[in-house]
Nanobody, 119 residues
């Protein structure tokens, strides 16, 4: 069973920055074998994929965060990160990490980490 634990959220002013971390664990589990992604869910909205990184470190971003967010991974630490710059109020959401696969497969979701962008 894969366990995901997100951290690093908080309250930040518009234009500010945050770095989110995701620790993945499980018996014999290695994130190096999987594409990984950061998802977010704003109140009243469906969960959406905003950034993903392949096993080859190729990255893709949703148009809404392109140029502002950067996803990275540390396969030794079994960790995934999301650097978020130039934050906007519309970035307010609960952020989750999980695998990002072509078939949409995911592991059990962690509790997420809340990002609030407000003045």
């Amino acid at each position: 069973q894969v366990r995901l634990e997100e951290s690093g959220g908080g309250l930040v002013q518009p234009g500010g920055f945050l770095t989110l971390s995701c620790a993945a664990s499980g018996s014999g589990f290695r994130i190096s074998e999987y594409g990984m992604g950061w998802y977010r869910q704003a109140p009243g909205n469906q969960r959406e994929l905003v950034a993903r990184i392949s096993i080859y470190d190729t990255t893709n971003y949703a148009d809404s965060v392109q140029g502002r967010f950067t996803i990275s991974r540390d396969n030794i630490k079994n960790a995934v990160y999301l650097q978020m710059n130039s934050l906007k109020p519309e970035d307010t959401a609960v952020y989750y990490c999980n695998r990002a696969s072509a078939l949409g497969q995911t592991w059990p979701w962690g509790q997420g980490t809340t990002v609030t962008v407000s003045s």
